[in-house]
């Protein structure tokens, strides 16, 4: 019964993220018809969700009056540095409506829509991106602080690659003004970048390159290059070539730096990662999501050594490699 309805809670969370439900009853309980006008909805239907969301421990009930739970306080509502419901709002236009067609993509091992490539994936990206920003920022920041990029005495260049809201390149530019990122992206996910870049400041320190990762050019004698979560969409030989391409962008001595779902040696757990596979089943045409000793490989392949996981605050270790 509990898989036969999983889908529920999700979209729950959804309509209640997008009436801020959480940032309204984070402020004071509030009763059903105080929320119903928030919401401007009916008092039936919202009465409806915040019981399913007390039910969930989202919310908790005391008389009339509902209170965000500790959780809920911490990742749901949306003026928080700690907000984790980005991805949430996706689900309803975004994602399910690609896993609706999961038996034809298992047959045919192709993909209803294309993510990674430009004419269908920057409309999808666009909207994401800037609500999953949260979600690699403390690994972003993680890694500026392994890096001990604050004790920098020259300029540091940093490469980031599908640059999406940033976040990997803000993350470790505020650690010291010497860090120098150049920023990679489709034209259209490129103004996004701008503005997130904008907000925190960090103008001065970002350059940007418009276009398709294995097509551009990218800037030489880098000192980091970032691939947040990107493997995953663009598959094996792409993403084997993009290690051979930053080989060359990078400086001897230089780090690369990995963010991905990495599942065990047999792909079968933690359970997030085999389903994320079948994500990238229904998004993509290569995509898939791959073990460290694969990607390991790939890398030794491409030039690096010294492969190793860094433990951070995501779904899985970074993975570095140092560029020969």
């Not at 009339?64 to 540095?81: C, G, N």
């Not at 999501?289 to 995501?314: A, I, M, S």
């Amino acid at each position: 019964m509990q898989f036969a309805w999983g889908f529920a809670p999700t979209l729950i969370l959804e309509v209640a993220l997008a009436s801020e439900i959480f940032d309204f009853i984070d402020q004071a309980p509030r009763t059903v018809e105080e929320t119903a006008a928030h919401a401007k909805g009916s008092e039936r239907g919202w009465r409806m969700i915040l019981n399913a969301l007390v039910g969930l421990q989202f919310l908790s009930k005391e008389g009339d009056r509902y209170s965000t739970t500790p959780e809920s306080s911490t990742f749901l509502v949306t003026s928080k540095p700690s907000f984790m419901g980005g991805l949430l709002r996706h689900t309803s236009k975004q994602l399910i409506p690609q896993w609706l067609h999961l038996k034809e993509a298992v047959q045919t091992g192709k993909p209803p829509l294309r993510v990674n490539q430009a004419d269908s994936g920057q409309n999808f990206f666009e909207t994401l991106v800037s609500d999953i920003f949260n979600l690699s920022y403390p690994s972003a920041r993680l890694l500026g602080e392994h890096l001990e990029l604050a004790k920098a005495q020259k300029e540091v260049k940093v490469l980031d690659l599908a640059t999406g809201s940033g976040v990997w390149g803000i993350g470790l530019a505020q650690q010291s003004p010497k860090v120098q990122v150049t920023g990679v992206d489709w034209p259209g996910v490129v103004p996004i970048t701008k503005a997130h870049v904008q907000r925190f400041g960090l103008e001065s320190q970002f350059n940007y390159v418009a276009g398709d990762l294995l097509e551009v050019e990218f800037p030489k004698d880098q000192d980091i290059a970032t691939l947040g979560h990107i493997f995953h969409s663009e598959g094996e030989e792409r993403s084997r070539q993009l290690i051979k391409k930053l080989h060359q962008a990078l400086k001897p001595g230089g780090t690369i730096a990995i963010a991905e779902f990495t599942p065990n040696a047999d792909r079968s757990a933690p359970p997030h990662t085999p389903i994320f596979a079948v994500n990238m089943l229904v998004h993509t045409e290569k995509g898939d999501t791959y073990p460290f000793h694969q990607v390991e490989g790939w890398l030794k392949d491409g030039g690096f050594t010294n492969v190793r996981e860094l433990p951070c605050t995501g779904p899985a270790p970074l993975i570095l490699a140092t560029r020969i």
